[in-house]
């Protein structure tokens, strides 16, 4: 890959060997299928070790499964999920809430950098009880967001707080949870249930895992059907353990924020190194692993004719992303910037 | 684990090295994300050498979401599925094929060893084009299918021709595939496109992978627009890779076939062994790697107070299943029918 | 229409009077909407005085949303509902209970003349908790039930018992409640709630009104979601007093019972003159107002000739079926069966 | 009812008189059930005389259902709707779109007086053929729209032209559709199919009718599944001529536009009305039988504590609102008019 595509998204980045470990050991004997196995049972305790608290855990395989069974679990058939215009959950998963909730609609917000506020939230709140109106029910805010900035712990608590004066449940989509953490350098348990998160999406495919993703319950209450909602949807491994020994390798002597304090320091770098070329501005702050830059369209096709393709297809377009993950090296930051330099 | 344990089913196995092997191949060095990996594009080009056919090929992580997904490009909300009773899709997926397809109706038939015949489609197919019935679309069967036993290719292509008279679309729920195959010893392509069927869901996750389920597509016209239906169904992983390279491994060098048929051996070794107890009986012909026997209640109360539980929750409880998997040994045969006979 | 169409169907027949004045009247004069409208607040009042209970009410236009709705607030997407393999919400409603519940699995039993036992009802209920199967959560019976057989109250209770024992909501598709309830000879009260029918589709389309359904609930806490699901479902009507009126009329003076009793009779009167037919012989006991017979080949091929189709469509083509109405008159089976025996 | 509560809503109107003795006609004798009585089989001979095209028609019973139909006829499950952000089907239907369509999500656009601009659908319209997005599938428009103005022709034809080049098809919420249609003094065949319409919900029930709706394709292509869909929505009446009688008795000799200029009338006079009185504003051009306008809350709240509530619920609280409907005398405007000036 050239060097500007290895930053295209954190997603292209192997494993960790930490996680290839654990997974190499699960893997030496049979074990019982269906969740029943050590990995499976143990991820719950380790995550309560991480979170101070008891917690409800089911690993799945991607993100927007995680996102999706999530959510249907909160929400209604007619019911609303409040969001920024720019989550995932409804931008890039093609309707994957939609068709988990039996048909629940998405009220997108608009919010500077990628972030809804406690304020505009409790604007759009309306309906609760009206036969004629979709009903209010649950709130996601994506931490890191998609912008790449992160949510203070405060607003993370208001806008909780308008969410459950409202009756309604809150959700964290945390596909780059540990990016978002070791920026706001809090504690797991600070960062979610203590500041009013019901139920969080807790990612590691894109910081070191290979496909593992878990959902995490914080108010027992809330789980639900949540066992029949994951079978249905094809979500419930035979072979659960190779899920869940990746997050044991993950979640082991902190290789999980060491990954995510790298890729956020490669970031930094890169964010520094493209601030200060000619005609290239940051379109957010940098506050994660991902870097938004406006650029000169003709640079752009300058580096399009050099096959060098950049990623300006996240965010509607509004901007170029790079992306560093937690196996970014020194020497490919500076590369890319020279690469750039080049062609400015 | 215990012998009998063991036995439970073929999804408590480990991978095969060679799935391994290939995995850690696939993670030695970052790569493009959501199916654009060469693993992933090597996938279609060695499933048609194995079919002799053009295929359009999707790597899932479930049987249960290659079976839902499958259907649901085949069948209306409105449609109807025929299977029989003893159907994985109808018994053991918590209603994922009705999910998938949004409504979709499961019409259950009888049928000796666990196997539909042509005729009794022929008797239940009606209603096409009268607004009313829910309307015929697609027949499923599966190969090896859930009492152990195998279709002939006669079978198949008899069944085929009914579904086709009508209209409808031929599934084969291949779980077990490689299991059958080795069994018929017919070659992939006789067993499924030349024998009428359409899609298959192609199994590895029994027979030595991780998790690692395919939809296979024989005629490209019934793709439709699974693309969009797997991605919003949290089935498009990002990192594609860990399920493709999966496959590049265990379809090298015959992997899967040799691990069919041990595991087939096996369960005659076991099928033989236990037909040769007292007061046990083979409840079908064991014609892949599952056994089923009728066993006196006493002697499973007796082996369940050595804390030994046979898996006897299969087929509404109709019979004892014992299950060999591709790293099943000799020995581990011998032990369990030891222990089964000084219970006798 | 001739003779032996008008018997095709109790939905061919023409409002009675007494419902055509009520709407009317309900007609004089503006009243409000989404049902604030006297007629409709008036129609619990009714239904609680001739159910001799509280209930929680709900008019809707059709017979088969009637059903899905019902089942939608009892069934969750994962769920089972027990019915007769002849129920129409099994065979004729094109997959609106699956719909409406988002991908509930219908389990259809046999039964000899349309109706399902307590006894085999038992013998399907497996699988509660366990996450791979659809969960049983519904029993749905019609009553008159599809082959114009009654249940006994005996019965009702039999299989009510079974399934509140197994933590199941009792259904009943009352389309053509009036015809068994003036079989029977009983009260509203005893052929539901008091036999354990939770929840009741109350038809009066077929036995009188133009378009009047309700659905009844006798235990508030199954109500659940109902008016935000009949929302969404296109099944709120702004002009509500359009239905409402129509059971106004419907359930005054005894109307409905009258109505009942003059289809029944009828039935009778036919059923009867069928039997002495030569060649004709009773498919079911005639317990409502449905007659159904088996008739030669040749006898429906020489009406045919004739113009005169005889509905053969009917539970899947076992028999031939007649329906009077309340307006049919004696004349009309009298020249109906002279008709049939000009030509035996 | 109070003169205040009068104007709450053009759907609290009685049925006209001619619909009333078309319905009582066709309520004379017996006919045919689903479809096949001579009312709904000259429906569609009736509109193609009236849109001066072939045409296939679909009586339902709610605005509601004939929009969810139409849009899920139009839209896979994966699907995008654009509409204005004050569309029914966005606020009003409580989810109804998105249960039809089996999880669409409804793009909602802002836009002056309750209008979306052709420019403004470019610019929304992204990703068609991107598994990530949801796919761009159908444009829905209200004609007269939820805040009481029009759509010129050239607005309709420049949406549906960017719509078109899109591949997306063009609906239009017709429930005000004869409001509209005189107010711009055009043909239908002119508001609709020439301007681009591809499938119309045609309403009667607003502007006479009991509950009479119609989904009317002017390209048959695009019927697709539709009768069953229909019936699995439980919108297929048995006794089908029960609505399309009432539209026999709308549509001839002019009956729907009579009523139409009267509420149009009967608007215009209160909007003249209402803007002479001190402290109250249009808040929309009235170009419908709807009167938007903002009044000082010390005026809502004196007229409530004379029990007279305005209806200030719509368009999410942005203004109140006064319906005219076909039967509004002169009389009860300046009786409204009078009330209003009295509390100013």
């Known amino acids: 890959m050239s060097t500007i595509n290895t930053f295209a998204s954190d997603n292209i980045s192997s494993a960790c060997p930490e996680v290839m470990d654990a997974l190499a050991k699960a893997n030496e004997a049979n074990s019982p299928s269906y969740g029943e196995d050590p990995w499976t049972k143990n991820l719950a305790t380790r995550l309560e070790e991480i979170f101070e608290t008891p917690v409800t855990v089911f690993p799945v395989t991607t993100g927007t499964a995680a996102n999706a069974l999530a959510l249907s679990t909160l929400t209604p058939a007619f019911g609303k999920i409040f969001c920024h215009e720019l989550a995932h959950i409804n931008t890039d998963e093609c309707g994957a809430p939609e068709m988990f909730t ?10 500077a950098n990628g972030r809804i506020t406690a304020k505009a939230l409790e604007d759009v709140i309306y309906g609760a009880g009206n036969v004629h109106h979709a009903q209010p029910a ?8 998609e912008s790449g900035t992160v949510y203070s712990l405060e607003e993370i608590q208001a806008i909780a707080a308008v969410a459950h004066s ?6 964290m989509d945390g596909a780059r949870f540990a990016n978002a953490l070791v920026t706001l350098d809090v504690t797991p348990a600070q960062m979610t249930w203590q500041a009013g998160i019901d139920v969080l ?16 319950f914080f108010r027992p209450e809330l789980v639900g059907d ?31 924020l060491r990954n995510a304090r790298q890729a956020n320091a490669m970031a930094q770098r890169l964010s520094k190194g493209l601030a200060a070329l000619p005609g290239i501005e940051l ?12 650029m000169p369209a003709v640079l752009i096709e300058r580096l399009s004719a050099q096959g060098l393709s950049v990623n300006d297809e996240e965010l509607d377009g509004k901007a170029v ?12 930051v500076d590369d890319l910037l020279k690469v750039l330099a080049d062609h400015c």
């Open 102 to 111: 039996g048909g629940a609609k998405l009220i997108d917000m608009s919010g």
């Open 138 to 145: 649950t709130v996601s805010i994506t931490q890191a967001c």
């Open 166 to 171: 409202h009756g309604l449940s809150m959700h």
């Open 201 to 216: 999406s807790f990612g590691g495919t894109k910081n070191g895992c290979l496909a593992a993703e878990a959902v995490v």
């Open 226 to 256: 949540f066992p029949f909602l994951q079978k249905r949807a094809g979500q419930l491994l035979s072979k659960s353990r190779f899920i869940s020994s990746q997050f044991a390798g993950y979640l082991k002597d902190g290789t999980w």
């Open 283 to 294: 379109a957010y702050p940098t506050q994660s692993n991902e870097v938004f830059v406006s």
């Open 321 to 332: 992303r790079f992306v560093a993950a937690w196996n970014t090296p020194e020497s490919q």
